[in-house]
């Protein structure tokens, strides 16, 4: 394995709003991540490279509950305000519970980003500008 937790938690502080992402996933990219796995309820994150060895970060915060009812529409507004910098990263986090979505997955060989409700089922999946 190529990077350490600590790299990307480096990387990670850089970001301020969802309109720094970009930049962030190149940085993680140049590492040798290939993908990874972000879980709402308490921040936890599986980074791994392309031989599926993985970190973790662990918990990162006190635990969200994650809504069972998915509310995709409002979910989709409060992404694109995350996205022009409208929100900060707990926001998000916070918004995303809310509205149902327990997680995505970055898959940062075809750039996109996967949203996932409760059952791990896809519910968005977005291209992650470059």
């Known amino acids: 394995?190529?990077?350490t937790i600590e790299e990307i938690k480096a990387e990670h502080?850089?970001?301020k709003s969802g309109a720094d992402f970009p930049h962030y996933i190149k940085a993680i990219k140049n590492l040798g991540v290939s993908h990874y796995t972000a879980y709402v309820d308490d921040g936890n994150t599986e980074y791994s490279d392309s031989h599926n060895q993985s970190v973790h970060t662990?918990?990162?915060y006190e635990k969200l509950i994650v809504s069972e009812k998915?509310?995709?529409e409002n979910f989709k507004i409060r992404l694109k305000l995350h996205q022009q910098g409208g929100t900060d990263y707990m926001t998000f986090c916070k918004d995303?519970?809310?509205n149902g979505i327990e997680g995505w997955v970055?898959?940062?060989g075809a750039m996109t980003c996967t949203y996932f409700d409760k059952d791990r089922k896809e519910v968005l999946v977005e291209q992650i500008p470059d």
């Open 58 to 60: 662990g918990a990162k």
């Open 1 to 3: 394995m190529k990077f």
């Open 96 to 98: 995303c519970a809310e």
């Open 13 to 15: 502080k850089k970001v």
């Open 70 to 72: 998915m509310n995709l």
């Open 106 to 108: 970055i898959n940062l």
